[in-house]
């Protein structure tokens, strides 16, 4: 079972649910998307699986998930990229948002 860190606005942990809990309920939670540049300025996109829970057979981002407790973002950036796409490249954060999504969970 896979756990998500849960935060305030300001990024303050406040506790942590089973994911796809935290997901059905939308409630707030610690999260990361990477965009990856080739040096032409050419973004890496990936399909998602149609399988997926939600948005099953989208093109979106080049990995994005969750850190786990104890984890930096930087580190669970690694870690995933690594586990979903086979690729080991520096990262560094660009920006933070906050946002809220409401899926098709049925």
Known sequence: MEYVILVDENDQEVGQME??????????????????FNDQNELLLQ???H?????????????????????????????????EMGIEAKMQPQFHFVYRAELDND
Not at 20 to 32: N, Q, Y
């Open 19 to 36: 994911k796809m809990e935290a997901h059905e309920k939308a409630l707030l939670h610690r999260a990361f998307s990477i965009f990856l």
């Open 47 to 49: 399909q998602r699986a």
């Open 51 to 83: 399988s997926k829970y939600h948005s099953g057979g989208l093109w979106t981002n080049t990995c994005c998930s969750h850190p786990r407790a104890g984890e930096s973002v930087l580190e669970a950036s690694n870690r995933r990229l690594m586990e």
